[in-house]
């Protein structure tokens, strides 16, 4: 019988160091190949060009090109559906068991499921590992078990746990690279194979040095400032690791930047617990609002084309750039919402197309905020005015100019809907819905 191994299979967790689920893999007692799969069923979801695609892709030869070059291993990469490429490693391999981290989506839970199920049918255990959050699951819930349902509460909780009994300990895999399967041949793909091409946009490094963390709290909130991490890409697809950016933001002790992260964990135990909330408002009485939804309006939006300067430097920066910054996805979102009552279903699944730090967890709980109708959602009679909002945020319109340079040419759009009247009928909107 051929020598047994295991299997690392890597998600969202594309790093070699500081990698809970791979380290244990590689202090096991069986030589390790590394594995990725490029999951046809998500795949076909995602255009040709996609950003994330090209991202994952690109990591990944690094990777391979790290371990080939320096370990005399690498990473197998695969195409198809998990269960078909799981049917064929176990018949060209002697598997003793396979490690992969946590993912906490519903589809991925079914996946982890069904791939369990089939391993555990030739003897082979599917060992899983938290890695991307620092709490997750039921860590963080109240006393009588029942998650936290609004986030200071939560917050606070998670800061007690973290500051009594966790340990933050980072995964050094280094000494245990040796580990790895000796073969620098394993399968690798292209993206044509794949069916993708690479995409003109590229996702922007991260930066957490520490007069960006020391300055966060008070530059944040300015879009036009370069003044925020762009960790959001780099966490959903783990090419960094949280025990090190948190452990960052302890040094720099700034309690915002911490708190961010914390909001993150908050969406993600929000959405382990309530997977219904994907499609469905977390309050239901806001599943009655009856959204106008026309679809001209909503194109207009998505262009950046509503007439509304911020609103549409917003929209133009994330399609231009697969980014926008947080105000301003506060400030499109509530327009959307509330003054074109559109369903904010239409909004989640525009961004989760365009964002390169698309998060279902965050990207649900955002939108779900800013609707209204979320866990400790924004009260639905705040209306956050897009003009305003550039006098506290934008002041000298610098964000604005960058992306919207013809918004005081005479081609520039009229506003699509007027602010007074949009305001008093999503009240109404809002409160028929709510009262009845
Ligand atoms: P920073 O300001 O540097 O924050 C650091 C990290 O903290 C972020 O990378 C993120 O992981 C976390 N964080 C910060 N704010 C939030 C928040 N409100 N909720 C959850 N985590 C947060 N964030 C996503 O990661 N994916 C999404 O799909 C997403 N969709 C959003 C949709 C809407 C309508 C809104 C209002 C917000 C959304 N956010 C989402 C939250 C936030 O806008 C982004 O995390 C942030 O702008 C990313 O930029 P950054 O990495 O420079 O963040």
């Given at each position: 019988?051929?020598?047994?191994?295991?299997?690392?299979?890597?998600?969202?967790?594309?790093?070699?160091?500081?990698?809970?689920?791979?380290?244990?893999?590689?202090?096991?007692?069986?030589?390790?190949?590394?594995?990725?799969?490029?999951?046809?069923d998500?795949l076909?979801?995602?255009?040709?060009?996609?950003?994330?695609v090209?991202?994952?892709?690109?990591?990944?030869?690094?990777?391979?090109?790290?371990?080939?070059?320096?370990?005399?291993?690498?990473?197998?990469?695969?195409?198809?559906?998990?269960?078909?490429?799981?049917?064929?490693?176990?018949?060209?391999y002697?598997?003793?068991?396979?490690?992969a981290?946590?993912?906490?989506?519903p589809?991925?839970?079914?996946r982890?499921?069904?791939?369990?199920?089939?391993?555990?049918?030739?003897?082979?255990?599917?060992?899983?590992?938290?890695?991307?959050?620092?709490?997750?699951?039921?860590?963080?819930?109240?006393?009588?078990?029942?998650?936290?349902?609004v986030?200071?509460?939560?917050?606070?909780?998670?800061?007690?746990?973290?500051?009594?009994?966790?340990?933050?300990?980072?995964y050094?895999?280094?000494?245990?690279?040796?580990?790895?399967?000796?073969?620098?041949?394993?399968?690798?793909?292209?993206l044509?194979?794949?069916?993708?091409?690479?995409?003109?946009?590229?996702?922007?490094?991260?930066?957490?040095?520490?007069?960006?963390?020391?300055?966060?709290?008070?530059?944040?909130?300015?879009?036009?400032?370069?003044?925020?991490?762009?960790l959001?890409?780099?966490?959903?697809?783990?090419?960094?690791?949280?025990?090190?950016?948190?452990?960052?933001?302890?040094?720099?002790?700034?309690?915002?930047?911490?708190?961010e992260?914390?909001?993150?964990?908050?969406?993600?135990?929000?959405?382990?617990?309530?997977?219904?909330?994907?499609?469905?408002?977390?309050?239901?009485?806001?599943?009655?609002?009856?959204?106008?939804?026309?679809?001209?309006?909503?194109?207009?939006?998505?262009?950046?084309?509503?007439?509304?300067?911020?609103?549409?430097?917003?929209?133009?920066?994330?399609?231009?750039?697969?980014?926008?910054?947080?105000?301003?996805?506060?400030?499109?979102?509530?327009?959307?919402?509330?003054?074109?009552?559109?369903?904010?279903?239409w909004?989640?699944?525009?961004?989760?197309?365009?964002?390169?730090?698309?998060?279902?967890?965050?990207?649900?709980?955002?939108?779900?905020?800013?609707?209204?109708?979320?866990?400790?959602?924004?009260?639905?009679?705040?209306?956050?005015?897009?003009?305003?909002?550039?006098?506290?945020f934008d002041?000298?319109?610098?964000?604005?100019?960058?992306?919207?340079?013809?918004?005081?040419?005479?081609?520039?759009?009229?506003?699509?809907?007027?602010?007074k009247?949009?305001?008093?009928?999503?009240?109404?909107?809002?409160?028929?819905?709510?009262n009845?």
């Amino acid at each position: 019988m051929a020598q047994p191994i295991n299997i690392f299979w890597f998600r969202r967790d594309l790093r070699l160091d500081d990698n809970v689920g791979f380290y244990e893999a590689l202090k096991s007692d069986c030589p390790v190949m590394p594995i990725f799969i490029f999951d046809s069923d998500i795949l076909e979801t995602l255009p040709q060009d996609d950003a994330r695609v090209t991202f994952i892709f690109e990591t990944l030869q690094k990777m391979r090109d790290v371990l080939q070059k320096e370990h005399d291993s690498s990473i197998a990469i695969m195409h198809g559906k998990p269960i078909t490429i799981f049917k064929e490693l176990v018949n060209q391999y002697t598997i003793s068991t396979v490690y992969a981290n946590h993912d906490y989506e519903p589809y991925a839970k079914k996946r982890d499921e069904d791939v369990k199920i089939f391993l555990n049918a030739y003897n082979i255990a599917l060992n899983t590992y938290k890695d991307q959050v620092i709490f997750e699951k039921s860590e963080v819930v109240k006393n009588d078990g029942d998650p936290y349902v609004v986030y200071t509460p939560y917050m606070k909780i998670w800061k007690e746990k973290f500051n009594t009994s966790y340990n933050l300990n980072i995964y050094h895999t280094n000494n245990y690279l040796k580990n790895l399967v000796k073969k620098t041949d394993l399968p690798n793909l292209s993206l044509s194979d794949i069916g993708f091409k690479k995409s003109s946009q590229s996702i922007a490094d991260y930066n957490v040095t520490s007069t960006l963390i020391q300055d966060y709290q008070s530059t944040r909130n300015f879009p036009a400032k370069n003044a925020t991490s762009r960790l959001g890409p780099h966490l959903r697809f783990g090419t960094v690791s949280i025990r090190k950016i948190i452990k960052k933001a302890i040094t720099e002790h700034n309690e915002t930047f911490w708190q961010e992260l914390i909001w993150r964990e908050f969406f993600m135990q929000i959405l382990w617990h309530f997977p219904h909330t994907v499609n469905q408002s977390f309050k239901p009485k806001y599943d009655r609002i009856v959204w106008r939804n026309n679809e001209k309006e909503f194109e207009a939006w998505c262009k950046g084309k509503t007439g509304y300067p911020l609103v549409d430097a917003g929209m133009r920066q994330l399609n231009e750039t697969g980014f926008m910054h947080n105000r301003v996805r506060m400030v499109t979102g509530s327009f959307l919402c509330k003054h074109l009552l559109i369903d904010w279903r239409w909004g989640e699944a525009y961004f989760a197309e365009k964002l390169h730090d698309y998060d279902m967890a965050s990207n649900v709980g955002n939108w779900q905020w800013v609707a209204g109708c979320g866990v400790d959602a924004a009260p639905y009679f705040r209306i956050f005015n897009p003009t305003s909002q550039i006098e506290k945020f934008d002041k000298n319109s610098d964000y604005i100019k960058r992306w919207v340079p013809d918004f005081q040419e005479l081609s520039y759009p009229k506003p699509i809907v007027d602010h007074k009247m949009a305001r008093e009928r999503c009240l109404q909107v809002y409160k028929s819905a709510l009262n009845n």
